[in-house]
């Protein structure tokens, strides 16, 4: 079936440590992005791709790095800058071209600094 | 910056009964888009309105837009138990980057 698979679902991180979610679709979408959404709000923009070896950083970037080394993958790395890093993470693909396109998501990742 | 903000925060209505959410934004879009979360899931995209359309329905959806006012609202006519969700509004803005910005939501509760 087609879609997008994040993983793990649930991650725990030791303060200090860099942890990666992975986020892979097999949707052909050129469009990638990593969503933080923390309890009761909104979606903040981390990070978008709009093509292989290109992305622009979001509204909250510091303390995230991503890469885009093949159309299916858009890991994000948590890096220990990140000072609250416990959240609900979300990625999305979507057609680049049309600028009138959905967005799919995967089921999230659920970060717990421990 | 949320580009999005929807009004109210949470809604709490009786099955059968219609729920209005409205979105306001800031800036100048191509399009606004509706979603919906059940929770500590991803989101689905419920319905698209470009910026030259004023009306689109959906089966019991009905999404309208006012870009003079920069604002659009989602209205579930004959709610259901099921469609307890938040619901979260989301522009696309231009300079051919594709960015999606989304709201805080709305938090619906549908009661039976």
């Known amino acids: 079936d087609g879609g997008i698979t994040q993983s793990p679902k649930y991650l725990f991180r030791k303060e200090g440590q860099n942890v990666t979610l992975s986020c892979e679709q097999n949707?052909?979408?050129?469009?990638m992005y990593w969503y933080r959404q923390d309890p009761g709000q909104g979606l903040r923009l981390i990070y978008y791709s709009q093509i292989v070896n290109d992305f622009q950083k979001g509204d909250i970037a510091e303390g995230y790095s991503v890469s885009r080394e093949k159309k299916e993958s858009f890991p994000l790395t948590v890096t220990s800058a990140q000072k609250n890093p416990t959240a609900f993470y979300l990625c999305a693909s979507s057609r680049r071209q049309a600028q009138n396109t959905e967005a799919f998501f995967g089921q999230g990742t659920r970060l717990t600094v421990v | 910056s949320q580009q999005g903000e929807e009004d109210p925060q949470a809604l709490s209505i009786q099955e059968g009964e219609n729920a209005t959410m409205n979105c306001s934004y800031k800036?100048?879009?191509?399009?606004l888009q509706w979603y919906r979360q059940n929770s500590g899931r991803g989101l689905v995209h419920l319905i698209l309105?470009?910026?030259?359309?004023r009306e689109k329905h959906s089966g019991r959806l009905r999404v309208t837009l006012d870009t003079s006012k920069k604002s659009s609202s989602l209205l579930i006519t004959a709610s259901r138990a099921a469609d307890t969700a938040s619901y979260f509004c989301?522009?696309?803005?231009?300079?051919?980057?594709?960015?999606?910005?989304f709201g805080a939501g709305t938090r619906l509760a549908v009661h039976p």
């Open positions: 309105i470009r910026s030259n359309e």
């Open positions: 949707l052909n979408h050129d469009a």
């Open positions: 800036t100048s879009i191509n399009n």
């Open positions: 989301a522009t696309v803005q231009g300079g051919g980057y594709n960015k999606l910005i």
